[in-house]
């Protein structure tokens, strides 16, 4: 749904509004509340509408910030969808937003396929608030636009969304989730495939030109109230997807015979279930869920932040470890596309604190380790079974150079992308991708884009595998440092809330980089925004030093930050013992955060 560009206070230049008079202000509100589609949002909105004339100036200016804020431009579709906090307006996730979404994609899927080509889209939702609700507007409007739509029987992860555009051979794939985002947002992914997408990135997430022709369609529809939708024609699938999902999930598997204790969370997301169906389909029979995260709940009560990357998240599910004797804990954010790792390092205990699972050695692996154990263990299955074409492994400009070292060591090629899925899963020949962020693609051929299900069953059954040796998930990464040296990576960022500042401190490393790097020479500064060994250009800088260490500097896409991306690299001898190992990460530390401090230095952070 459109906002009035005719009206003399919209920038059409800029997209957003600048400082507008009230009473115009209060006619946009005016406009929207008569055009909208949902009673509840209408409601809200006129009750601020009506606040802005309290006698109480808090109550007013309260009333009036929130406004200018909600119409202050719109919800802008991009590479990755729409996503925002849920309230009523055309800056936030609603079902007005949605509406006007879902007609822009049935409109370029019409114009991409022409007249006499009925599109298939399917339609997913997680358990969020409201999910449900924007999944059925898409499936209404989609209808009545003349593509046939498939809507999801329930609220499901989005691997098993990914899954079905490729399964069924979609045009189109919708997903509602705000995946790991707090519990005030939701979002809207689109795939594209079936006709539309025919090459490598056939299935995966929407990318340049795709997301701006959507994006030109969607700004052409009118208002919300006006745009067609059916009462019905659309087909709700059976869970026969879910068990086609599982089916390719369940191929990964070796067959062993199973000794592993694992504990599981969903972190009240929607991959519960499912992960443990997939398990137990795996040979698992020792999966011991945290019971308190185990049911979707749209609030996610027991955490600050459904991240398992967030400090504290899945503390519940460490301590239950603890409690059972577990073997590994595997944890999910609440879409359930990401898998967090975590594992018994004796190395890490300390007696010092209050005794908790951590303090006993309970530790997250970092997403550069467990990308580092999985795409090892692709690429030797992939060596062994090779044929005329040579597997691809691909990683995020981001991630650890790691994976470019085991790509080499088992005779596969290796590829560099931006970040993100839609980049990493179109890659020709791909076998395995990932990047940091705990996002791992290890079945391709099934899912092009990252999937925290089928990563955990491999998970899994590597550490299952090794514990049957008597050796740990850890004495695997040892073997990875053997076999191509030591890569420790960590991350640093910075939360701005002046978001010019951002362009400030990127403008500020790109003219004045550090000179060093924990004590080696910077030796070379390559701005991404020229495109670098064929990357398209995106805003970013790579600072690499003497000794191979390296930082990568970019703002974030999805939060007002400035993440650095921080990495040495220590070489390793062959038949270097456990000890010698442990000895090399303790140095490694040590110089990743002299490298961590000469980045807060040059970015102006202070101490």
């Not at 009333?63 to 909600?70: M, S, T, Y």
């Not at 701006?212 to 529809?221: L, N, Q, S």
């Not at 040979?283 to 945290?290: A, K, M, R, S």
């Given at each position: 749904m459109s906002l009035d560009t005719d009206d003399p206070a919209f920038d059409a230049g800029a997209g957003a509004r600048s400082e507008i008079p009230l009473d115009l202000l209060l006619d946009q509100v005016e406009r929207w509340i008569r055009d909208d589609v949902d009673e509840t949002d209408q409601a809200e909105l006129s009750a601020l509408a009506q606040a802005t004339g309290s006698h109480v100036s808090r109550t007013r200016d309260a009333?009036?910030?929130?406004?200018?804020?909600?119409f202050t431009g719109s919800l802008q579709f991009g590479t990755a969808g729409l996503r925002g906090a849920m309230a009523a307006g055309p800056n936030r996730m609603n079902r007005a937003v949605v509406t006007a979404a879902a007609a822009g994609l049935g409109a370029y899927l019409a114009a991409s396929l022409g007249p006499r080509s009925a599109a298939r889209v399917v339609v997913g939702f997680d358990a969020r608030h409201r999910s449900k609700d924007f999944a059925t507007d898409t499936a209404a409007v989609l209808t009545a636009a003349g593509a046939e739509v498939l809507l999801l029987p329930s609220a499901l992860p989005t691997p098993v969304l990914a899954f079905a555009v490729r399964h069924l051979d979609a045009d189109a794939g919708v997903m509602v989730t705000a995946s790991h985002n707090p519990a005030a947002d939701n979002g809207y992914k689109v795939y594209l495939g079936g006709r539309v997408v025919v090459d490598d990135g056939q299935g995966a997430q929407i990318v340049p030109p795709h997301?701006?022709?959507?994006?030109?369609?969607?700004?052409?529809?009118g208002p919300a109230a006006g745009v067609p939708r059916a009462e019905s024609g659309w087909t709700v699938l059976d869970r026969e997807i879910a068990l086609a999902y599982l089916a390719s999930v369940r191929a990964l598997s070796d067959g062993r015979p199973r000794t592993l204790k694992v504990v599981t969370t969903s972190l009240h997301g929607v991959g519960g279930r499912v992960l443990a169906r997939a398990?137990?389909?795996?040979?698992?029979?020792?999966?011991?869920?945290?019971?308190?995260?185990?049911?979707?709940?749209?609030?996610?009560?027991?955490?600050?932040?459904?991240?398992?990357?967030?400090?504290?998240?899945?503390?519940?599910?460490?301590?239950?470890?603890?409690?059972?004797?577990?073997?590994?804990?595997?944890?999910?954010?609440?879409d359930a596309d990401r898998c967090a790792v975590a594992v018994m390092d004796p190395t890490v205990g300390t007696y010092q604190g209050a005794e908790t699972a951590r303090s006993h050695g309970w530790r997250m692996l970092h997403g550069d380790e467990v990308g580092?154990?999985?795409?090892?263990?692709?690429?030797?299955?992939?060596?062994?079974?090779?044929?005329?074409?040579?597997?691809?492994?691909?990683?995020?400009?981001?991630?650890?150079?790691?994976?470019?070292?085991?790509?080499?060591?088992?005779?596969?090629?290796?590829?560099?992308?931006?970040?993100?899925?839609?980049?990493?899963?179109?890659?020709?020949?791909?076998?395995?991708?990932?990047?940091?962020?705990?996002?791992?693609?290890?079945d391709p051929a099934s899912v092009r884009d990252k999937d925290g299900i089928s990563a955990a069953v491999l998970v899994a059954q590597l550490a299952d595998r090794l514990k049957s040796e008597g050796r740990t998930i850890i004495d695997a990464l040892d073997d990875v440092a053997r076999e191509?040296?030591?890569?420790?990576?960590?991350?640093?960022s910075a939360r701005f809330s002046d978001l010019e500042r951002i362009g400030a401190t990127m403008a500020h490393l790109r003219s004045n980089p550090p000179r060093t790097?924990?004590?080696?020479?910077?030796?070379?500064?390559?701005?991404?925004?020229?495109?670098?060994?064929?990357?398209?250009?995106?805003?970013?800088?790579?600072?690499?030093?003497?000794?191979?260490?390296?930082?990568?500097?970019?703002?974030?896409?999805?939060?007002?930050?400035?993440?650095?991306?921080?990495?040495?690299?220590?070489?390793?001898?062959p038949d270097a013992t456990s000890y010698d190992v442990g000895r090399i990460r303790v140095a490694a530390h040590a110089r990743l955060d002299r490298v961590k401090a000469d980045m807060r230095a040059a970015m102006g952070l202070g101490g």
């Open positions: 009333a009036v910030a929130e406004l200018r804020d909600r997301d701006a022709g959507i994006a030109e369609r969607i700004a052409a529809v398990l137990a389909d795996a040979g698992f029979t020792d999966v011991v869920p945290v019971a308190e995260q185990a049911d979707p709940d749209p609030d996610f009560p027991t955490v600050r932040f459904p991240n398992p990357e967030e400090p504290g998240a899945i503390d519940m599910a460490l301590g239950l470890a603890a409690d059972v004797g577990a073997d590994l804990v595997i944890a999910n954010d609440p580092a154990l999985l795409g090892r263990e692709i690429a030797a299955r992939a060596d062994a079974v090779r044929g005329a074409q040579r597997p691809v492994l691909a990683s995020s400009v981001v991630s650890s150079r790691a994976l470019s070292s085991i790509a080499a060591h088992h005779g596969a090629a290796h590829v560099t992308t931006l970040t993100g899925f839609k980049w990493i899963a179109r890659t020709p020949g791909l076998v395995f991708g990932y990047e940091e962020a705990l996002g791992y693609c290890v191509n040296g030591l890569f420790l990576t960590d991350q640093l790097l924990a004590g080696s020479a910077v030796a070379n500064v390559l701005d991404l925004t020229a495109g670098v060994d064929g990357l398209p250009p995106t805003d970013g800088i790579v600072l690499l030093a003497a000794d191979d260490t390296r930082v990568v500097v970019r703002p974030s896409g999805t939060e007002p930050k400035v993440k650095c991306y921080l990495e040495v690299v220590e070489p390793v001898a």
